[in-house]
């Protein structure tokens, strides 16, 4: 009897695609399963770094800022330390003809510090109020906010009150021109300062230097040099008092050949503790211009800080 082969090699050939089939399938799944669990592991690999960055954050902070001296930030010169807080401050500057301006927050806002040497603050824009003798036209000045700003501190150098009692920081602040008609730059203006600060005991100096670079609008703004400094003594741990000198000269721009001086003496109170991390500084100066056409004549300054 004669039996076709056909049937046993069309079933040798079944059985053959079936385990050719099977073992794709088994090598497609554990390499899946070994890619899932690769992808999990590597997610699960950020999250766990970016949940022990917060997690860090103010031992991280303290650490900082435990490299540097421990003065309070003066009234109006921007200090060389690197804070972490919120900011207001409120200006009551007064002018010629009678007309006065309330600066609401005055620029301040938001500081951090979110990595070793570096502070970055946000600000929130002003609120400009004008009172008294105020003139209408089109390029007149009328209630509204000023421009967004915004800082970024490098610290180069520092060492607290037990080693050296110094630092040297520097600075790029950048004005974005988001402020109201006849409160705003109309320009960018990006301000590279470097700053630096040394104590003696309980007497300390600190001193700014920079200078304002527009992206347009130089005939007008001009490129304005400022330089300030701070002189502080603290009192009875909590009371500083101080004497500030703030210099800008105009090199060109409208006020081309210019300077322009005011002195600010001025009291801090701070830090007082609240909770834990929290604290209170406040502090009030009267600034006063000592030079012909200022920007305005005398300045009543408070200013309010809630270190954390």
């Not at 600066?103 to 600000?123: D, H, M, R, S, W």
């Not at 007497?203 to 230097?209: G, L, N, V």
Request: aromatic share 14%; with cysteine; glycine share 10%.
């Amino acid at each position: 009897m004669k039996f076709s082969t056909m049937p046993i090699f069309r079933m040798q050939i079944v059985a053959l695609l079936t385990a050719l089939v099977t073992t794709t399938l088994c090598f497609a799944t554990s390499s899946h399963a070994q890619s899932s669990n690769s992808s999990t592991s590597a997610n699960a690999s950020v999250f766990s770094a970016i949940e022990e960055y917060f997690a860090d954050w103010f031992p991280r902070v303290t650490r900082i800022q435990s490299e540097q001296p421990h003065w309070v930030t003066p009234l109006v010169t921007v200090t060389p330390r690197l804070e972490e807080e919120f900011r207001y401050d409120q200006f009551w500057e007064g002018n010629q003809k009678g007309v006065a301006t309330d600066v609401f927050g005055a620029g301040k806002g938001l500081e951090l510090i979110p990595f070793q040497n570096t502070e970055v603050i946000l600000g929130v824009p002003a609120w400009n109020a004008y009172n008294g003798a105020i003139k209408h036209g089109k390029n007149v000045k009328t209630d509204g906010w000023a421009d967004e700003t915004f800082l970024v501190k490098y610290r180069i150098l520092s060492a607290n009150e037990e080693n050296g009692n110094y630092i040297l920081t520097a600075f790029m602040g950048f004005s974005a021109p988001t402020g109201d008609d006849g409160n705003s730059n109309r320009h960018g203006v990006f301000t590279p300062t470097i700053a630096g600060g040394k104590g003696f005991g309980a007497f300390d100096i600190q001193t700014t230097a920079g200078i304002s670079l527009p992206d347009g609008g130089l005939q007008r703004l001009g490129m304005p040099v400022a330089w300030n400094t701070a002189f502080q003594y603290r009192i009875f741990k909590y009371f500083w008092p101080e004497f500030e000198v703030n210099y800008t000269w105009w090199p060109n721009g409208e006020r081309e050949g210019e300077t322009q001086v005011y002195l600010t003496p001025g009291l801090l109170i701070g830090r007082i503790p609240i909770h834990d991390r929290v604290g209170l500084t406040i502090g009030a100066g009267y600034q006063v211009a000592v030079t012909d056409a200022p920007a305005y004549n005398h300045n009543v300054v408070l200013s309010a800080r809630i270190p954390f």
